[in-house]
T-cell receptor, first 115, second 111 residues
């Protein structure tokens, strides 16, 4: 299994809703990432988890709450979002430790629309 | 992270070679040059990376200038499936966890 999966593919939510995005990989990668990508712009890093611990938070607003419950799973909990948070949310993973490489493997993304 | 500069867009014809340039004049000695591409409606995917020597793999070749201030991604025989946004990124090989994407080059392939 050499892929990163993300669910759902599309999500529409109101500003008062609470929803979660899910990312999963079974490649044994111990670094996992969330990126946000607005239309026709490059991806921007949001969070990095290393060995299931949050190692980088790029000053992301608290309405985005990441969680890494185990080495295969990464969640992004969403609450009280704004319309400007509408974007493609990308998950990525990377191997760490012995045999680790610098290559990140990306999922297809979740297209989020906030009404 | 050091900055990269790429043309906003390029156009080529199917089955012809494509040379995608990247300038990185502030590159440091420990920065690797990475290329990723993002096909329409997909996440980015790794293409190739190198430090000083030219590199080849099944997808592409990477030609690095002797002073390392620029590099060129070469697609030897473009197909319609190569139409994508190509990102040139500099990274420290050890410890750096972040990919900082520049604006990238949008490559159009004409049939």
């Amino acid at each position: 299994d050499t892929e990163v999966t993300q669910t759902p593919k599309h999500l529409v939510m109101g500003m008062t809703n609470k929803k979660s995005l899910k990312c999963e990989q079974h490649m044994g990668h111990r670094a996992m990432y969330w990126y946000k990508q607005k239309a026709k712009k490059p991806p921007e890093l949001m969070f990095v988890y290393s060995y299931e611990k949050l190692s980088i938070n790029e000053s992301v607003p608290s309405r985005f709450s990441p969680e890494c419950p185990n080495s295969s799973l990464l969640n992004l909990h969403l609450h009280a979002l704004q319309p400007e948070d509408s974007a493609l949310y990308l998950c990525a993973s990377r191997p760490l430790g012995l045999g680790g490489t610098d290559t990140q493997y990306f999922g297809p993304g979740t297209r989020l629309t906030v009404l | 992270d050091a900055k990269t500069t790429q043309p906003n867009s390029m156009e080529s014809n199917e089955e012809e070679p494509v040379h995608l340039p990247c300038n990185h004049s502030t590159i440091s000695g420990t920065d690797y040059i990475h290329w990723y591409r993002q096909l329409p409606s997909q996440g980015p995917e790794y293409v190739i990376h190198g430090l000083t020597s030219n590199v080849n793999n099944r997808m592409a070749s990477l030609a690095i200038a002797e002073d390392r201030k620029s590099s060129t991604l070469i697609l030897h025989r473009a197909t319609l499936r190569d139409a994508a946004v190509y990102y040139c990124i500099l990274r420290l090989i050890q410890g750096a966890q972040k990919l900082v994407f520049g604006q990238g080059t949008r490559l159009t392939i004409n049939p």
